[in-house]
């Protein structure tokens, strides 16, 4: 898939701190350098749980893990077929990670730099001084310049080209297994990948190094995105609220406007299909800074809807409006009779957002004036505010999520949907239940509800499905 700018990438780092950064010059006062991120390039921090499952993926594939100890690494999701994360560490690109739905499995996808970090026990190989040079520049690894070959190599597996003196200057993937590479004369061995080069240094930190060595940064964010909500606010002569969903882009939002106006009511849309994680949020969030929280409250909604038009799909996404913005349209007429909010919305997450005005009226809820303070902020923006703020976040994030919905959202990933499945066994067990009856009512394919094919109205080619 073709990567899509949507918005100046941001993000550098300063090897006197060994931190990222989103600016050119560190708070320390050292210059910073880029890191060539894959547009979008809304990078996160990976999160202990997601180093843990980094480090997994490569001890399994190579035999040794690729984040150090104490090391900051942050994840930027990149487009594929399902789902690839890009690894940071020590200010470059240490390769990615592939998400598999057929297999359920993930697969790392080195790059060169990932050698000053991992030495790997299997799936390496090692070529002569001779053909270093080309291998560098993207030249394949061919059978006469192969000086050694692991005994776990296969046919299409990721593997790490080294030098004599161990020197990594490649990666790529096996076009044949060890055994067979071994009786070669001549021909391809290992398809070489071409990347953009980066460096990584590598050297501990923490997240409060990070967020002081952004202070200023964070400042100037912080200054503009208040401006933006008071100049809104003095326009605008109705009350005020924050859109609040329990995720982390509501809360920073949040932060800033209770710093520009002093304490709002959140408005939250309860569409019956929240994770019991995203409920605590609201509840902690709600005690932490003393704010009322109206909510929608349409239980049955859903289900009505769900026995008569089928499960909420990509292409056929009628949840959001049922269960979302008409009970809010509701809410505010009922509580206000019009609202101003303000909302957690970014350019960095989507192109239709990136080319959304800063102010708008959903047409689907006419009552509702809503306004991004936080528009032009990446994710990291985000995560290093509500670190400097100690603000009390949802858990899910610590559990590998880098999204906050409806727990089964047809519009995520298989990657998301299986971790989930995993995870959440009870919450995924009861949706199943009903796919499945939906599955048998409508008599459509075995495994329709079970390999993710309800995500797309029409995919299994039958009638019923195309027409629910």
Same mark, same amino acid.
């Given at each position: 898939m073709r990567p899509s700018y949507l918005g100046k990438i941001l993000l550098r780092w300063c090897d006197t701190c060994h931190v990222p950064v989103l600016s050119r010059l560190c708070s320390c006062g050292s210059e910073t350098r880029e890191v060539p991120l894959t547009p979008p390039g809304d990078a996160r921090p990976a999160f202990s749980r997601d180093i843990? !499952?980094?480090?997994?993926?490569?001890?399994?594939? /190579?035999?040794?893990?690729?984040?150090?100890?104490?090391?900051?690494?942050?994840?930027?999701?990149?487009p594929d077929k399902d789902r690839m994360d890009e690894i940071i560490i020590g200010g470059g690109i240490a390769g990615s990670i592939?998400? #598999?739905?057929?297999?359920? %499995?993930?697969?790392? #996808?080195?790059?060169?730099? %990932? =050698?000053?970090?991992?030495?790997?026990?299997?799936?390496?190989?090692?070529?002569?001084? =001779?053909? %270093?040079?080309?291998?560098?520049?993207?030249?394949?690894?061919?059978?006469?310049?192969?000086l050694e070959i692991d005994d776990a190599v296969k046919e299409g597996d990721e593997v790490? #080209? /080294? *030098?004599?003196?161990?020197?990594?200057? =490649?990666?790529?993937?096996?076009?044949?297994?060890?055994?067979?590479?071994? *009786?070669? $004369?001549?021909?391809?061995?290992? @398809?070489v990948r071409k990347n953009i080069p980066s460096q990584i240094i590598p050297s501990p930190a923490t997240w409060?190094?990070?967020?002081?060595?952004?202070?200023?940064?964070?400042?100037?964010? $912080?200054?503009?995105s208040v401006g933006f909500v008071r100049e809104v606010k003095e326009r605008t002569p109705l009350?005020?609220?924050?859109?609040?969903?329990? &995720?982390?882009?509501?809360?920073?939002?949040?932060?800033?406007?209770?710093?520009?106006?002093?304490?709002?009511?959140?408005?939250?849309?309860?569409?019956? +299909?929240?994770?019991?994680?995203?409920?605590?949020?609201?509840?902690?969030?709600?005690?932490?800074?003393?704010?009322?929280?109206?909510?929608?409250?349409?239980?049955?909604? /859903? !289900? $009505?809807?769900? !026995?008569?038009? &089928?499960?909420?799909?990509?292409?056929?996404?009628w949840c959001c409006k049922v269960?979302?913005?008409?009970?809010?349209? %509701?809410?505010i007429c009922s509580q206000w009779g019009e609202c101003l909010s303000f909302v957690g919305q970014?350019?960095?997450?989507?192109?239709?957002?990136?080319?959304?005005?800063?102010?708008?009226k959903n047409p689907n809820v006419p009552s509702q004036l809503c306004a991004a303070p936080i528009h032009n902020w990446t994710a990291l923006h985000v995560w290093l505010?509500? +670190? @400097?703020?100690?603000?009390?976040?949802?858990?899910?994030?610590?559990?590998?999520?880098?999204?906050?919905?409806? /727990? +089964?959202?047809?519009?995520?990933?298989?990657a998301l949907i299986h971790r989930i499945e995993s995870d959440h066994p009870d919450l995924w067990g009861g949706w199943m239940t009903h796919l499945t009856e939906w599955q048998e009512k409508n008599a459509l394919p075995d495994n329709w509800a079970s390999s993710g094919r309800w995500r797309i109205r029409g995919v299994s080619g039958s009638e019923d499905d195309r027409n629910c």
């Open positions: 843990t !499952w980094i480090n997994t993926v490569f001890q399994d594939h /190579f035999g040794a893990p690729l984040v150090p100890e104490g090391h900051l690494c942050l994840l930027n999701k990149v592939r998400y #598999i739905p057929e297999s359920r %499995a993930y697969e790392p #996808i080195p790059r060169p730099e %990932a =050698g000053v970090l991992i030495r790997p026990k299997k799936r390496y190989v090692v070529v002569d001084d =001779g053909a %270093a040079p080309f291998i560098r520049e993207g030249a394949s690894v061919l059978a006469p310049g192969l790490l #080209i /080294f *030098t004599r003196d161990r020197v990594c200057i =490649g990666a790529g993937r096996a076009k044949v297994p060890a055994e067979i590479a071994r *009786t070669m $004369e001549k021909g391809q061995v290992i @398809r409060e190094d990070a967020v002081s060595s952004n202070s200023k940064v964070l400042k100037q964010v $912080e200054e503009d009350p005020a609220t924050v859109s609040f969903s329990g &995720g982390k882009d509501s809360l920073a939002t949040l932060l800033v406007v209770k710093k520009a106006l002093g304490k709002v009511p959140l408005l939250f849309a309860d569409t019956g +299909m929240e994770f019991p994680e995203t409920y605590e949020n609201v509840r902690a969030v709600a005690d932490e800074f003393g704010l009322d929280v109206v909510a929608t409250d349409c239980p049955d909604r /859903f !289900w $009505e809807q769900f !026995w008569q038009r &089928g499960p909420p799909a990509v292409n056929a996404r269960c979302k913005l008409d009970p809010l349209s %509701a809410l970014r350019k960095y997450e989507s192109q239709i957002r990136a080319q959304s005005r800063r102010v708008w505010y509500i +670190m @400097r703020e100690h603000a009390p976040y949802n858990q899910l994030y610590e559990q590998g999520l880098d999204r906050i919905g409806c /727990f +089964m959202c047809p519009a995520s990933d298989l």
